[in-house]
């Protein structure tokens, strides 16, 4: 975050904007090789009841990088499900 925040600082100015994801639990090869009980609790934790896919965070990076996303900066998006990290 402080990171984002300060390549804001310097980089604004040229029209250039930082911004950055934080993804929660996500369903990868790395995560899906976790035992099933350690999935179920991590499942748990999130108010959806469910990890994230990889094309949910590849949509919010397609978001940032649009021309949707223009008057944005300095921000850090948590796509989480709602848990909280």
């Known amino acids: 975050m402080g990171l984002t925040k300060a390549a ?3 980089l604004a100015k040229d ?3 930082a911004n950055a ?6 369903a990868t090869d790395m ?4 035992p099933e009980h350690i ?4 499942s748990a934790e999130i108010p959806m009841r469910r990890a994230g896919e990889p094309a949910e ?3 919010v990076a ?7 996303s223009s008057y944005m900066t300095g921000t850090v ?6 848990r909280l990290m």
Do not use: C, H, Y
């Open 39 to 42: 999935w179920e609790a991590k």
């Open 15 to 17: 029209g250039i904007r």
């Open 77 to 82: 998006l948590e796509v989480t499900g709602g």
């Open 57 to 59: 965070i590849a949509k």
């Open 21 to 26: 994801i934080q993804p929660g639990f996500i």
């Open 31 to 34: 995560t899906r090789a976790m």
């Open 8 to 10: 804001t600082e310097e």
């Open 62 to 68: 397609l978001f940032l990088a649009s021309d949707l």
